[in-house]
């Protein structure tokens, strides 16, 4: 069955020294408990080798928030995947909407990012979601489910399978407005059925769904409660570690 996963997602934040106290701080509250989940934490790139010198990779996953779209070579400023994996880290962030709407991804950039992650054995949080317009003019479900089939649907089944989903409807990412666990639930659902429609139920059920966008301790656990929601992707509240653990032990 599916996995339960609550993932952190630091985004431009934090100094080094600052990000390994924070790693610490969240490896510590993990030593002896017993979440219900597993725990990532996605840092920036310059932190990925130091932070993992200082957690329990038993209790908490590592990950990078982004990888280049080509393998090596002339591409001043870039990270490829092989330097994430050789960093230690399992997981990488591709396809948030930060990058689609600063940094120009598309779906042909994210079919060249997915295959490297997996040649690299990283295993993608693959980030969806419609902007405000979309909710709004009644487009979102369609708008949702082309990112994922222009991007992953060229997937075998097996590949396909190794992929976390992340749904982060835009309009509620850093802006304090969460969707209700209706619509996450709704959409959820929805993307469940997309999968199931392409790979069968089997592939469906096992694939995990993490809710995104203004997700708090506050409201984690309504959300986490929805049958579909398989946990979250967390952004300002990950930025804690009393916060990010009140939203780990939500569930
Ligand atoms: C995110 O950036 O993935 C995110 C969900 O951010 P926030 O929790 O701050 O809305």
Same mark, same amino acid.
């Given at each position: 069955m599916r996995k339960k996963i609550v993932a952190g997602n630091w985004k431009m934040n934090t100094t080094l020294q600052e990000g390994i106290?924070?790693?610490?701080?969240?490896?510590?509250?993990?030593?002896?408990?017993?979440?219900?989940?597993?725990?990532?934490?996605?840092?920036?790139?310059?932190?990925?080798?130091?932070?993992?010198?200082?957690?329990?990779?038993?209790?908490?996953?590592?990950?990078?928030?982004?990888?280049?779209?080509?393998? /090596?070579?002339?591409?001043?400023?870039?990270?490829?995947?092989?330097?994430?994996?050789?960093?230690?880290?399992?997981?990488?962030?591709?396809?948030?909407?930060?990058?689609?709407?600063?940094?120009?991804?598309? /779906?042909?950039?994210?079919?060249?990012?997915?295959?490297?992650?997996?040649?690299?054995?990283?295993?993608?949080?693959?980030?969806?979601?419609?902007?405000?317009?979309?909710?709004?003019?009644?487009?979102?479900?369609?708008?949702?489910?082309?990112?994922?089939?222009?991007?992953?649907?060229?997937? /075998?089944?097996?590949?396909?399978?190794?992929?976390?989903?992340?749904?982060e409807p835009v309009w509620a990412i850093g802006t304090g407005k969460t969707a209700t666990d209706d619509q996450a639930e709704e959409m959820h659902a929805f993307i469940r059925g997309v999968i199931a429609d392409k790979y069968g139920k089997e592939v469906a059920d096992n694939t995990s769904i993490l809710y995104g966008g203004s997700c708090k301790p506050s409201n984690a656990a309504a959300l986490f409660a929805k049958p579909d929601v398989d946990g979250g992707l967390i952004g300002g509240a990950a930025l804690q570690a009393e916060s990010f653990m009140g939203i780990v032990n939500a569930f």
């Open positions: 106290g924070l790693a610490k701080d969240v490896n510590e509250a993990l030593k002896g408990a017993e979440p219900k989940c597993e725990v990532i934490i996605c840092v920036p790139f310059t932190h990925l080798a130091s932070v993992n010198e200082v957690i329990d990779a038993n209790k908490l996953g590592l990950g990078a928030e982004n990888c280049a779209d080509h393998k /090596s070579g002339a591409y001043t400023g870039e990270i490829s995947a092989a330097m994430v994996a050789s960093t230690g880290a399992k997981y990488v962030i591709l396809g948030h909407s930060e990058r689609r709407q600063y940094y120009g991804e598309t /779906s042909e950039t994210l079919k060249e990012k997915v295959a490297l992650a997996f040649e690299n054995n990283l295993t993608p949080i693959f980030c969806i979601g419609e902007v405000l317009e979309e909710r709004e003019n009644g487009t979102f479900f369609e708008v949702v489910k082309a990112q994922i089939a222009d991007a992953l649907f060229h997937l /075998s089944a097996e590949d396909f399978g190794k992929i976390i989903l992340a749904y």
